[in-house]
Every structure is written in C-alpha cells, then in structure tokens.
C-alpha cells in the first residue's frame, strides 16, 4: 500500500496527515458512512494487508478494521442515515459528512487527503485523490472504517427487513434487490429520493416516512408537484 505522500507530506510539516473516504454512496438503501483516520509515519509494515477496502475480502477487511483502530493516531466514523440522504441530497450529505470526520478527529491534521474530489471548508489544506484509496495508506484506511462499519449495519438491518436481502448486496442496486424492491416495496431503510425507489413505492401506493428531494432521473420518472420551490413526488405530511 503506497504511503509516499503521506510521508512526504509528514517530512515537509505538513503532518498529521488525515485520510477521508465513504462507503454506500452509490446505493439506494441504509445509510452513508464517511471515516478519517491518520495514520503512524512509517508504520507500514504493522498493516500489511491495508488497501482499498473494496480489494478484500469480508474476513481480511475485519482483520484490517481491527488494526487500523489499534494502530490509528486518530480516527472519526459518521454514520447519515437515508432519511437525511433523501433530503439533502447525496452530494450535499457527502461533502458535509466529511467535513464532519475530520472536524471530529481528537488530533487535528495539518493536511487532508480525500478519495476523489475536492471538499471545501476543511479545517485544513486539502488536495482531492484520484483512486485515492488506492494511493495513499490513510485514505485505504479510511475506506475500510467506512466499509466495515457500513457492512456491519447493513447486516443488523437485514434481520430488521429480511426479505431484502441486504447482508448480501448492502443495500446496492443489484437484480435481486431490484426484485425484491417490485416484490414489496421500499421500507424505512431504502432512499426514497432514488429513482428505483420512487418507483417500487409508487406501484406499491406507498408514501415516504420522512420529507424526500428527488434525484432529476426520478423527477422524469413522474410528474411531481412543486413543494416550497422544490420538486417532490410524494405528498409528504408536514410537522
């Protein structure tokens, strides 16, 4: 796992150097999870199987999870349920719960690298990473509080709603969700604002349990009314 720029970072004093990354933005059920974490300088060789989260196995990302929170200098794990999702949107929700992970680290870095793209309003310099999580340890590390964490709900969750099957897919878009979504419905764990929601529960007759934004491909999905000069499918109760 590369750890040079962190460690240049780290030698020009620009250290502690905070990784940030997330786990389920991409899915349509449970929540986001965004981790930051920091890392020793130099210790490499105590995590030897550190990556990208998505490159291990379930048992190797426990072991990694282990001892990311054994040998971490700092880190920070914030849970944004779906219901925040769908009224904030999954960028506003991104972006802001990264600025909470690292704002809520018990030491405050000097730098920040993140996976992907650029977060405004840190409380210190930043350079977004292409793959990040690929190519700088504390970002791999971040990735794996996230998607360890994340798992571990989804799994809780599923002996809430079992007939989902979200211990196997994590509440990502897959065919058997997908079938199980036309089957029965979304619950209170899915995000309402996503199109394939939308559209389970529109066939369903089913009304969202908290306030929903539509995402615009589920806005083309139906006519909506318009709602405080914001676009919503549902007639969801105020108060």
Same mark, same amino acid.
């Given at each position: 796992?590369?750890?040079?720029?962190?460690?240049?970072?780290?030698?020009?004093?620009? #250290?502690?150097?905070? #990784?940030?990354?997330?786990?389920?933005?991409?899915?349509?059920?449970?929540?986001?999870?965004?981790?930051?974490?920091?890392?020793?300088? #130099?210790?490499?060789?105590?995590?030897?199987?550190?990556?990208?989260?998505k490159l291990l196995t379930a048992a190797a990302r426990d072991r990694v999870y282990d001892r990311v929170i054994h040998r971490a200098v700092a880190y920070s794990v914030v849970v944004v349920p779906s219901?925040?999702?769908?009224?904030?949107?999954?960028?506003?929700?991104?972006?802001? #719960?990264?600025r909470r992970a690292v704002t809520q680290l018990d030491v405050s870095p000097g730098y920040v690298l993140i996976d992907g793209f650029r977060v405004p309003g840190l409380p210190a310099p930043s350079l977004s990473v292409l793959k990040g999580d690929r190519v700088a340890a504390c970002v791999a590390a971040a990735s794996v509080l996230a998607k360890v964490t994340r798992d571990r709900i989804m799994a809780e969750l599923h002996t809430e709603h079992p007939q989902y099957g979200f211990d196997v897919h994590k509440g990502y878009t897959t065919g058997g969700h997908g079938e199980a979504l036309t089957r029965h419905g979304p619950c209170a764990a899915h995000r309402w604002s996503y199109t394939n929601v939308a559209v389970a529960a529109e066939e369903h007759g089913l009304q969202p349990p908290h306030p929903v934004l539509l995402t615009a491909a589920a806005l083309q999905a139906k006519p909506a009314p318009a709602v405080d000069n914001q676009e919503a499918l549902f007639d969801v109760p105020t108060g």
């Open positions: 796992m590369p750890w040079a720029l962190q460690g240049a970072l780290d030698r020009h004093g620009l #250290g502690p150097v905070a #990784g940030v990354d997330e786990a389920g933005r991409g899915a349509c059920a449970g929540p986001l999870v965004v981790a930051a974490c920091m890392l020793r300088p #130099g210790d490499a060789s105590r995590l030897p199987e550190l990556t990208d989260s219901a925040e999702v769908d009224v904030r949107g999954i960028h506003v929700t991104n972006i802001e #719960g990264m």
